[in-house]
């Protein structure tokens, strides 16, 4: 079960992940987008929306500095166990907590206001669904397992497991004593990642990097404005 869960598992949902994203760019490129309802309501957007991006795109940093960085590179700055377990939870902590706020906001969002519950498809429910337990079981891990027990030391564990996966060589006996909230943490980020080809998180993936060297576009009122109407009865 161990190999299943640390070897199998992982390739089977990066597998999915890699060929969907693929097939659905071959096959659905008009449909690669990420869906925006702004024209459908902007009040609860304005504030959920950033609060969600800031929070995962500082929790990505987190996860790069914590996992891809080998504890010994720590060791060899004269960074202590404490020092970086209190800086991992404070930022972690705060940075996480922005995204689950985020989260829960659109998630109110779309519940709340019909036209965007309307507009809402099964994959947008799967998207929210898989990204808030993997958010919540991060959290539960940082804030109150951390916590509760002495903070759990991932460098030595997750940390070369992950290495790993991506060397393709992964090693099962690394994750058999992680902390069962960690472990369902990392089951549902890679069933997160498997789904995201089938859902609007296929945008991660667009950079549009064109919009800064796209000619500048004009945008004209339908109706003239104050200022136009008043030149234009004094014959300017
Ligand atoms: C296979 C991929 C992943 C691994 C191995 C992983 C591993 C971890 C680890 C080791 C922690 C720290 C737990 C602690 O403080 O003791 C953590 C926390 C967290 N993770 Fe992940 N994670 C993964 C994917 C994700 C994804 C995709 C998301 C977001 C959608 C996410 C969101 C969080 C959050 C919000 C926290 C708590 C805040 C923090 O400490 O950064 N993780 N994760």
């Keep these: 079960m161990n190999e299943f869960l640390w070897v199998v598992y992982p390739y089977l949902c990066l597998m999915v992940l890699v060929v969907g994203m693929l097939s659905r ?10 869906k925006s309802s702004e024209l459908l309501e902007k009040r609860l957007l304005r504030l959920g929306s ?8 500082f ?16 060791r060899s700055l004269g960074v202590t166990e404490h020092l970086y377990h209190m800086g991992a939870m404070a930022m972690g902590g705060l940075t996480g907590l922005m995204t689950l706020v985020g989260l829960l906001l ?19 429910w799967l998207a ?22 002495l903070p759990y030391e991932y460098r030595t564990t997750v940390g070369p ?28 980020a890679l069933a997160l990642f498997a789904v995201s080809p ?21 945008y004209r009122r339908r109706t003239p404005a104050p200022f136009e109407r008043a030149r234009r009865d004094e014959g300017i």
């Design 106 to 124: 659109l998630l109110w969002r779309r519940l709340s206001v019909r036209r965007v519950l309307r507009h809402t498809s099964g994959g947008d």
């Design 198 to 218: 089938f859902t609007r998180l296929v945008h991660i993936f667009s950079l549009p990097l064109a919009y800064l060297r796209r000619a500048p576009m004009q």
């Design 128 to 149: 929210l669904l898989f990204l808030i337990a993997t958010v919540t079981l991060g959290l539960l891990m940082t804030l109150v397992y951390n916590v509760s027990h």
């Design 25 to 34: 760019y071959n096959y659905d490129q008009i449909g690669w987008t990420s």
């Design 59 to 74: 929790v990505f940093l987190g996860h790069v500095a914590g996992l891809l960085v080998p504890i010994e590179v720590y």
């Design 161 to 188: 497991w992950i290495r790993g996966v991506i060397l393709l060589h992964p090693d099962a006996a690394l994750m058999a004593h992680v902390p069962l909230v960690l472990q369902l943490h990392i089951l549902t």
């Design 50 to 57: 950033p609060l969600f991006h800031w929070g995962i795109i």
